[in-house]
T-cell receptor
């Protein structure tokens, strides 16, 4: 099983700051997904990146897939308290419904 | 479109008992997968069903089992509960089992 390592594990910042979360592996992936999970809820899919070097933007969130498709990053600009949550990267085995998740990054944005 | 519905939301059971959790996927989604989430191990894959067939199984003991019905609704069962089974159990559905998944809010199981 390919492993996904996320860093940092915990991040506590003030509202308005920028941050980057990393998802790394030694393996090559056909695609990677990013999810956000709020306390007491299930993860919600934010984005799927497929092409090496791809950059996708979702409002203040920017997702990047590494050129070699071994790593990905999530950058949040001007973080807001509503961004607080657990950010997870994951890859899926095709046609088997199995998602392998990283350990996650817990983000706390203080007002 | 209704989301993925999991019942019950909370459950407290005693060691040695068994429990059944239910998941109703999004209409039209034939793939349902189950995950266990704990603070120490994170999100771990339990199993996936597609059109009533188990296609993939994670590394969990045989006490964990599941099934899927013809209407795509799924249940998972844990027998002989142990304290370590306390976790948030999440199910996710997708049309084919490939691509983005929609998760339910989970069932919080506490074993005492």
């Amino acid at each position: 099983t390919q492993l996904l390592e996320q860093s940092p594990q915990f991040l506590s910042i003030q509202e308005g700051e920028n941050l980057t979360v990393y998802c790394n592996s030694s393996s090559v992936f056909s695609s990677l997904q990013w999810y956000r999970q709020e306390p007491g809820e299930g993860p919600v899919l934010l984005v799927t990146v497929v092409t090496g070097g791809e950059v996708k933007k979702l409002k203040r969130l920017t997702f990047q897939f590494g050129d070699a498709r071994k790593d990905s990053s999530l950058h949040i600009t001007a973080a807001q308290p509503g961004d607080t949550g657990l950010y997870l990267c994951a890859y899926g085995s095709s046609n088997t419904g199995k998602l392998i998740f990283g350990q996650g990054t817990t983000l706390q944005v203080k007002p | 479109k209704a989301g993925v519905t999991q019942t019950p939301r909370y459950l407290i059971k005693t060691r040695g008992q068994q429990v059944t959790l239910s998941c109703s996927p999004i209409s039209g989604h034939r793939s349902v997968s189950w995950y266990q989430q704990t603070p120490g191990q994170g999100l771990q894959f339990l199993f996936e069903y597609f059109s009533e067939t188990q296609r993939n199984k994670g590394n969990f003991p045989g006490r964990f089992s599941g099934r899927q019905f013809s209407n795509s609704r799924s249940e998972m069962n844990v027998s002989t509960l142990e304290l370590g089974d306390s976790a948030l159990y999440l199910c996710a559905s997708s049309e084919t089992g490939f691509g983005g998944y929609t998760f339910g809010s989970g069932t919080r199981l506490t074993v005492v």
